[in-house]
């Protein structure tokens, strides 16, 4: 049986009926979304053998590869996760429409990661930036809205421009190239045209400008976090294309573009540390997360490309969780400063113990999934000759600054004692929302603690992953840290001895209310206000304001 018709047709007919359904149907007809997102999980896994067979009876338009099911796979399965909150939330106010378009975002991820034509490649592009601008402007605001047609037309433009060139350059409309030397000014400008595009999609320009205004709602912020993921899964699928499959980068623009990611992995790392709000928090480590995308594949090579789809992987993985746990204390508590919070470990239980393992994830730490990604990374740009010492000294900081920021966010929503006249008794409603906040945390230590396994599933289109990791040596250690670990907490969890005991604070002869927490908020508070790094701020702002510009100016010089 050919499944590939289950990836395309399938949430082409089931996206008309859902738009189709009546309002009052809106929990039912998300569950049919739910369930279109199943199919096409289960269509992409066993659609693997059959990666040599035509679609559709046209193989110039379709081409289907390991990797591309994979993309398929982790959409479908952010769109299950998603789908399953929305249904959740019993106060939505929206018409079946919004799960037509939801499920219609589906068959044009599909279709995207099919194409074997820079037609339809074009076409899958178009399709979702339409789909993703549609909901932006129905069901988060006009102005999200119009900001996303803005920058999806500037997206598709430059898309156009640059398949046009490169069209007249090789001749060919197929994806499948063979790789140009980039000695001449039309090959660098099909290269950087195609490229700002990606960068644009990978930095998911409209979810970050939604998500950094601390008056969003709950609700809302997911809505948009779905289409977010498939611009973030296209842009890095063209990024790819264009590192490996298409050019042959020079070692001049790679390092430039090794420089550009660290600077925007160190900057969303630095902004999170000495954030308060819990949306822009998110939202600057999603930017820092697109940093470590585009390090990754400007880095090259086997190493480079592994690391590459690590990170587009995780990123996925860890950004949504976060804007789920996000989600979940906003619509429960409606504050977004973290300062405000506190205490939420004892009502969020399994949200606070998913947080944790995310946090020790995103920072790199071992037996995680981060880790590998990190090492990886880190074995990349190692291999890289000149400066490679430098970046992998960036890395070892950026992974320093989000450990840091991870422990102030952890202290201060969950750790850090709560006054008593701020909190109200509240409970976790895991409802539908369960699954995905035991099963993302759990995907991070499977993969952490066996990572051939993984790479040989998900990257199968990559010789050797299976003996890469061998020579690394990774698994075999990974797996008895992670045994000894949780071998160790069983253990305390048995021979621990009465509950802790706590103790009123004194400073000298002077004793702290209760209702006054003791924190570190003064010290994070005075090292964001001291001039030394209000300067350094100042320059890193200058900075990005002289790099937006060029690559502004470098785009419009070839057209005057």
Known sequence: ??????????????????ALMPAFLFRVTGFIAAGVSLVIMRAAILSFPQCSLGFLGIQEFFRVEHIGLAMILLLASSGLIISLYMVSRKKEERSS??????????????LFFLSGNTLTFLLGWVFSST??????????????????????????TLLVTGLLVLYTKSGSLSTQLKPMNMAGIGELFIFFTLL??????????????????????AGLGM????????????????????????????????????????????????????????????????????????????????????????YLFNSILFIQYLFLSAAIILGNEGETDMRMLGGLGKNFPITFAGVLIIAAAISGLPPLNGFISIRMLSLSL?????????????ILIATLLVLFSFVKFIYFVFLRRPSSLQRKKIVERKGFTLPALLLLPAICIIIGLFPSYFLNFFITAINGSLELFADLKLEKSLTIMGITSVFGGIL?????????????????????????????????????????????????????????????????????
């Open 196 to 217: 700002i595009a990606a960068i644009i999609r990978v930095l998911a320009s409209p979810v970050q400008k939604i998500q950094l205004r601390s008056n969003i709602r």
């Open 97 to 110: 429409l919004f799960w037509g378009l939801f499920i219609w975002t589906l068959f044009s991820g599909s």
């Open 223 to 310: 809505s948009a976090l779905f289409p977010a993921t498939l611009n973030k899964l296209t842009g890095g699928w063209l990024m790819k294309k264009l590192f490996f499959d298409w050019f042959i980068i020079p070692p001049l623009v790679r390092y430039i573009l090794i420089f550009f990611g660290s600077a925007l992995v160190i900057i969303g790392a630095l902004r999170a540390l000495v954030e308060d709000d819990i949306n822009k928090f998110v939202g600057y480590h999603s930017k820092s997360m697109s940093g470590y995308i585009i390090l990754a594949f400007a880095s090259g090579g086997l190493l480079g490309l592994t690391a590459g789809y690590l």
């Open 382 to 394: 190692a291999e890289g000759g000149t400066f490679s010492s430098l970046w992998v000294y960036v």
């Open 492 to 560: 305390y969890l048995l021979f621990r001895t009465g509950k802790p005991r706590f103790t009123p604070i004194h400073t000298g002869e002077l004793s702290i209310p209760e209702d006054i927490p003791l924190s570190g908020e003064d010290v994070l508070s005075d090292i964001s206000k001291s001039h030394l790094f209000l300067r350094f701020m100042k320059h890193i702002n200058v900075g990005q304001a002289v790099l937006l510009k060029t690559i502004r100016l470098s785009f419009a010089a070839p057209l005057l």
């Open 131 to 156: 789909l993703c601008s549609l909901m932006y402007y129905l069901y988060v605001s006009a102005e999200a809205g119009r900001i996303n047609f803005f920058i999806s037309g500037l997206e598709t």
């Open 1 to 18: 049986m050919n499944y590939l018709y289950h990836l395309t047709l399938l949430p082409l007919f089931f996206g008309l009926i859902a």
